[in-house]
């Protein structure tokens, strides 16, 4: 089975990337590569597009406001744990493949002509989708059985931007995991193949070992989802019963409370625990 990746510039420098490359490199003899180049701008540039994408994806004037105003310590928080996450990501067992920048199709645009030329010289049999952007239907359709994404969350209860984090705030165990999915018109929405639920270990366990324990997983379930599709099955799961909402990117004061919650409850669980194996008096 052909399977190709559409990503971005900047995926061999990506532990999460390289994860799953290897997995399913490991598993299908026919991978490719095509990656989207992004622009390179001034970091006053990068600011200002930071700043439009949370207004066009921000819910409403105050949370607006609320993005704008905590970025600073949104940054500092994120790109913490950012390092957190590929470090704990690259401390998986993998297979010794790796992606090759030389091999990998280059293109300007996500959804353009040049995308989709690239994809269909390509003919792949399923695309996988990695930080792309959000594509449209000339591409994902491009696939003869389909685009698939893994969306760290459990959709459709959590849809959107930062689901680890959402999950940790609404304090939603249920959120916890990741999605193997079909990519269709909408945000997160199309139909499932797999779920890969995950339950935190104790309270307030950091970000950075969730997020590897997510993708773990996830990724393990995608090889999975592959494979049926190999073999010619066809299935889909169904979703899980509850609220069904769609968040955007997560402001820098509530990580800074997110931040202050998870340090309050490592303590608490390491007393708790300090005081339970001490042996009874008398």
Same mark, same amino acid.
Request: glycine letters at 8%; charged letters at 30%; zero cysteines.
């Given at each position: 089975?052909?399977?190709?990746?559409?990503?971005?510039?900047?995926?061999?420098?990506?532990?999460?990337?390289?994860?799953?490359?290897?997995?399913?490199?490991?598993?299908?003899?026919?991978?490719?590569?095509?990656?989207?180049?992004?622009?390179?701008?001034?970091?006053?540039?990068?600011?200002?597009?930071?700043?439009?994408?949370?207004?066009?994806?921000?819910?409403?004037?105050?949370?607006?406001?609320?993005?704008?105003?905590?970025?600073?310590?949104?940054?500092?928080?994120?790109?913490?744990?950012?390092?957190? $996450?590929?470090? #704990?990501?690259?401390?998986?067992?993998?297979?010794?493949?790796?992606?090759?920048?030389?091999?990998?199709?280059?293109?300007?645009?996500?959804?353009?002509?040049?995308?989709?030329?690239?994809?269909?010289?390509?003919?792949?049999?399923?695309?996988?989708?990695? #930080?792309?952007?959000?594509?449209?239907?000339?591409?994902?359709?491009?696939?003869?059985?389909?685009?698939?994404?893994? &969306?760290?969350?459990?959709?459709?209860?959590?849809? *959107?931007?930062?689901?680890?984090?959402?999950?940790?705030?609404?304090?939603?165990?249920?959120?916890?995991? #990741?999605?193997? &999915?079909?990519?269709?018109?909408?945000?997160?929405?199309?139909?499932?193949?797999?779920?890969?639920?995950?339950?935190?270990?104790?309270?307030?366990?950091?970000?950075?070992?969730?997020? $590897?324990?997510?993708?773990?997983?996830?990724?393990?379930?995608?090889?999975?989802?592959?494979?049926?599709?190999?073999?010619?099955? &066809?299935?889909?799961?169904?979703?899980?019963?509850?609220?069904?909402?769609?968040?955007?990117?997560?402001?820098?004061?509530?990580?800074?409370?997110?931040?202050?919650?998870? #340090?309050?409850?490592?303590?608490?669980?390491?007393?708790? $625990?300090? &005081?339970?194996?001490?042996?009874?008096? *008398?």
């Amino acid at each position: 089975m052909k399977v190709v990746f559409f990503t971005s510039d900047g995926f061999d420098e990506n532990e999460v990337f390289r994860y799953m490359f290897a997995h399913v490199a490991s598993s299908f003899d026919d991978v490719s590569i095509v990656a989207v180049r992004r622009p390179i701008g001034s970091w006053l540039e990068r600011y200002r597009q930071k700043l439009r994408r949370i207004r066009r994806f921000g819910s409403g004037t105050g949370n607006t406001v609320e993005l704008i105003s905590s970025y600073p310590l949104q940054r500092l928080i994120i790109d913490r744990n950012e390092r957190g $996450a590929q470090e #704990a990501i690259r401390a998986l067992p993998r297979p010794p493949l790796k992606p090759e920048d030389a091999a990998t199709m280059y293109v300007e645009t996500v959804n353009g002509p040049d995308a989709v030329g690239a994809l269909r010289k390509l003919q792949p049999d399923v695309i996988v989708q990695f #930080a792309a952007g959000i594509l449209q239907e000339q591409v994902f359709e491009v696939a003869r059985l389909g685009t698939l994404n893994l &969306h760290p969350g459990i959709a459709p209860l959590i849809k *959107g931007r930062d689901p680890i984090y959402w999950a940790l705030w609404k304090r939603e165990p249920r959120w916890l995991g #990741a999605t193997v &999915h079909l990519i269709d018109e909408g945000i997160d929405t199309g139909p499932v193949l797999a779920y890969a639920p995950v339950t935190a270990r104790y309270p307030g366990e950091r970000y950075p070992n969730l997020f $590897a324990r997510v993708y773990e997983h996830g990724v393990e379930r995608l090889v999975e989802v592959l494979l049926r599709l190999e073999r010619g099955e &066809h299935w889909k799961v169904e979703h899980p019963e509850g609220e069904r909402v769609y968040r955007s990117t997560i402001s820098g004061w509530k990580l800074g409370v997110l931040e202050l919650r998870g #340090a309050l409850s490592r303590r608490l669980y390491r007393r708790r $625990a300090k &005081h339970a194996d001490k042996p009874a008096k *008398g």
